[in-house]
């Protein structure tokens, strides 16, 4: 079977991106499916591809895998109307594929939530079947979280979401609330596949060699943060609960921020007027480094703002990668991640916006570490048994290919 997948954010296990669709898109060519993959230049990600672009795009074969890159850079950094512009410009070269490639099955993966376009455009110009998986929920999200508040805008996204919805002869949700919110928009239940991210075990109990950033004692208590430094992300909660270990004099405990993001040089400026040494930052590294990090590190950190939408509607990649390596989870806002940390005795699950609940839990980890390894060995057995990516990439490969007569 041939399989167009779209995702403008794709990147392989070398970029320091998240990589769902180079496994995905493995999985299908284990089984001897055909992929060509259209993606688009993501900041952090790394397709395989260096041949110059001609004409604005470059192809090749990674891993089995065709790929087509369009000569758009994207970073989270990039201002709204740029990135706006990038998800619009990617959007209509899609479209072109997608009425014209020889394929039997069209895939869209969000986001941005313009990556559904191509498929309306494959379902009703060409009828081919058409698969829409949904990361987040928009304008959901964006719309709580104040990032756009112009109505009329907010009101075109709705429809797109609404069309991209009614268009896919099947959905894919990445967390519970997220194939909910599908559902509520009239699309029938036994079209919706709910499908969370996995846990990339061979990855992450495969490294070179435990590695501490600079600045981190081998002693130390190393918690852990992977990922965009963003509005979403309330990275500020980690600073304050920094500020708060700084008073009660737990030098001991160091926070180590590793990516990028348009807030970062902001963090890095209040962490260095606050003079936090006890908070480290350091650049993006690809899966193979990120693994000899956890390896190193103590305890993981999953924390998002405090806004509600978040609770069951995201499905955050750092979260599965902790789990796979083995450690401990403090996640600081309520939801269906807190409810496994809680049900497995993972971790720590602390109220959101309480900053002596996020020192405590620190100091706590760092006073109990026999049973913070505990923490951790559940942890992994949880990763091994519900969250396997092998598992669920079967299953997924399984909703995707089965849509097709």
Partial sequence: MRVLYFHQHFSTPKGAAGIRSYQMARRLVEQGHQVTMVCGSYSGGQTGLSG???????????????????DLAYANSDGFLKRAGVFLQF???????????????????????????????????RGKPFVFEVRDLW???PKAMGVIKNPMLLLAMSCLEWLSYRSAHRCIGLAPGIAEGIAKRGVAKEKISAIPNGCDLSIFENYDSPWRPEGVKPEDLMAVFTGTHGMANGLDAALDAAAELKRRGRDDIKLVLIGQGKLKPALQARALQLGLNNVIFHDP???????????????????????????????????????????PVLNNYPGWL????????????????????????????????DELKQMGARAKQLAQTQFNRDKLADEWVKWVTEVVP
Avoid at 358 to 368: G, R, S, Y
Wanted: glycine residues 8%; proline residues 5%; aromatic residues 12%.
């Fill in 285 to 327: 590294v690809d899966k193979k480094k990120l693994a000899g990090l956890m390896a190193s590190a103590d305890l993981g950190m999953q924390l998002l703002a405090n806004i509600p939408a978040f609770y069951y509607g995201t499905s955050p990649n750092k979260f599965f990668d902790y789990i796979a390596s083995g450690l």
């Fill in 52 to 70: 110059e672009f001609i004409s604005g795009k470059r192809t090749g074969n990674v891993d089995g895998i065709d790929i087509i890159e369009f």
């Fill in 139 to 141: 304008p959901e999200l």
């Fill in 338 to 369: 807190a409810d496994y940390i809680k049900q497995e005795r993972c971790g720590f699950a602390v109220p959101p916006d309480n900053i002596s609940a996020f020192a405590d839990a620190l100091e706590q980890a760092a006073a109990n570490r």
């Fill in 91 to 125: 959007a209509l070269k899609s479209i072109s594929l997608a009425l014209k490639e020889q394929y039997d099955v069209v895939f869209a993966t969000t986001t941005p939530l313009t990556a559904g376009i191509p498929g309306i455009f494959a379902r009703w110009l």
